[in-house]
């Protein structure tokens, strides 16, 4: 993470890691395959995408951003022949609150509950399908599980953004990975298999990159490069901004006051590995 973080890059950094257990831990993945779906990447798409109901590869393509669009299509809407949407995402909820459990044992966790349902309350989805359907969620009554979906919230607010933060800039979603790796934040071992990108296909990306000047030919980020990486994330902090107004800096202190230790327990517990693909780290 940069030196000096904004609030929110901060916010996200604190809470991530308790949304990104899904994607890894054991649980989740099992509660998939009990649902009859065929395979983890069946699981992600299908789980991710659910809220959204029986949708097909296409927007989910335009929506996940950085994945090939043939990964995409080898699990939707296939999946839902298999579990329907109102299903995956209960039971990829129940798995996720499960995993918590786990890592976090009896954590009292409903001042931080009520405050970022506040956040989500406060956040605008124009532009953010993602996030809306995910917003849409009627929550649970259980803390945990309405951690998990208030964070899930808020991380598909600030990824929407992300998304059109990237597109303004002419980055598609390999592009984005390229710079994004450039910046050392992750690596393209943990990156290439998990958005089913061909050899080719990165190195066409690669030498797009180089063309507009944004890549040496080392793979590194040029002074261009670094411009336009910077203005992607001062814009995806920027458009991340409704829940940290919707709170008031005191409150979004405490949030990251509550939750750091959190996530903490859930990266040491191991619920994340280092590197991942999102880039995320301990906060």
């Known amino acids: 993470m940069e030196p000096n973080p904004s609030p929110a890059r901060q916010f996200w950094t604190a809470l991530e890691p308790m949304h990104a257990v899904v994607y890894f831990a054991a649980e989740p993945a099992q509660a998939a395959?009990?649902?009859?779906?065929?395979?983890?990447?069946?699981?992600?798409?299908?789980?991710?995408?659910?809220?959204?109901?029986?949708?097909g590869p296409e927007p989910v393509t335009a929506m996940f951003f950085g994945f090939a669009p043939r990964m995409v299509a080898r699990a939707l809407p296939d999946a839902w022949g298999f579990a329907a949407p109102e299903h995956v995402l209960?039971?990829?909820?129940?798995?996720?609150?499960?995993?918590?459990?786990r890592l976090?044992?009896?954590?009292?966790?409903?001042?931080?509950?009520?405050?970022?349902?506040?956040?989500?309350?406060?956040?605008r989805f124009a532009g953010r399908p993602l996030a809306a359907s995910w917003a849409a969620v009627p929550r649970p009554d259980r803390p945990l599980a309405r951690l998990w979906l208030a964070i899930s919230a808020l991380r598909e607010h600030r990824g929407d953004g992300h998304v059109l933060a990237s597109v303004a800039v002419g980055l598609t979603g390999l592009e984005a990975s390229l710079t994004h790796i450039a910046t050392g934040a992750t690596t393209r071992e943990s990156v290439q298999r998990a958005r089913g990108w061909t050899d080719e296909e990165w190195e066409a990306a690669t030498a797009r990159l180089v063309c507009r000047g944004l890549l040496d030919g080392d793979g590194r980020l040029t002074v261009a490069g670094e411009d336009v990486r910077r203005t992607v994330e001062e814009t995806t902090d920027r458009l991340a901004a409704d829940p940290l107004e919707a709170l008031g800096a005191t409150?979004?202190?405490?949030?990251?006051?509550?939750?750091?230790?959190?996530?903490?327990?859930?990266?040491?517990?191991?619920?994340?590995?280092?590197?991942?693909?999102?880039?995320?780290?301990?906060?």
């Open 90 to 101: 209960r039971t990829r909820i129940e798995a996720v609150e499960a995993t918590l459990t």
């Open 104 to 123: 976090l044992g009896p954590a009292d966790v409903d001042e931080l509950v009520e405050l970022l349902e506040k956040a989500v309350a406060g956040c």
């Open 251 to 283: 409150a979004v202190a405490r949030v990251c006051e509550l939750a750091v230790p959190l996530s903490r327990a859930v990266v040491d517990g191991g619920g994340l590995p280092a590197p991942n693909p999102m880039g995320v780290v301990r906060p």
């Open 33 to 55: 395959k009990t649902a009859g779906l065929r395979g983890f990447w069946m699981g992600y798409f299908a789980g991710r995408a659910a809220p959204l109901g029986p949708i």
